[in-house]
C-alpha cells in the first residue's frame, strides 16, 4: 500500500496541525454600515512587494461573503490579554460586536481596540482549497502597536498560550 492511499483520519490530522503554534487574528470588514468579523488562526505574509498577506476561511463562513462584497478587510493582530475577544468572534450567530470598542480604519473597516497590530487590506485574489478559501489581500495601511512589552495571543495544542509561559520574553 503506497503512502498516497492511506486515508488521513480528520481528528488526527487536526491534532497534528495542533502542535504548530499560531497567533490570533480577527479578519473584519463593514458592509452597509455594519461590522463584521470572524477570529482567524491561518493568517500568514505572502510577499513583501506589492506587500501581500493571505488567510483562509471556510467556504461557508457567515462573515466571508460581506468582506468579499466589501473588498476589503482588516486583519487584527490580537494580543495576549485578548484571548476573550477571540473567543466572541469565533462565535457563529451572535451578536460578535456586543461590547467591543472599534474605529474605523484608513479604508473603512473595523479596527478592534487593543489589537497589537493591525494590517488595512483590498481583496486581491481569492482561491478555492478544499473546504476553505484562500484569501489573498494587498496591505494597503498598518499601524503597530507602540508599546513594545505587549505580547501576541498564540494558539497551541488547543489552548491559549503566552510567550512567558513558553519560557520566552
Known sequence: MSASSIAIEPSSFREALGHYASGIT??????EGQPIGFTCQSFYSVSMSPPLVSFSVMCNSASYPGIRQAG???????SGEQAGISNQFARRGSDKWHGVDWQRSPLGNPIIAG????????IHAEHAA???????GEVKALKLQEATAAQPLLYFKGEYRNL??????
Request: glycine share 8%; hydrophobic share 55%; net charge negative.
Open 72 to 78: 476589503r478587510f482588516l486583519v487584527n493582530i490580537l
Open 26 to 31: 480577527v479578519i473584519t470588514s463593514q458592509i
Open 115 to 122: 489589537s497589537l497590530h493591525w494590517l488595512d487590506c483590498e
Open 130 to 136: 478544499g473546504d476553505h478559501l484562500i484569501v489573498i
Open 164 to 169: 512567558a509561559a513558553c519560557g520566552v520574553g
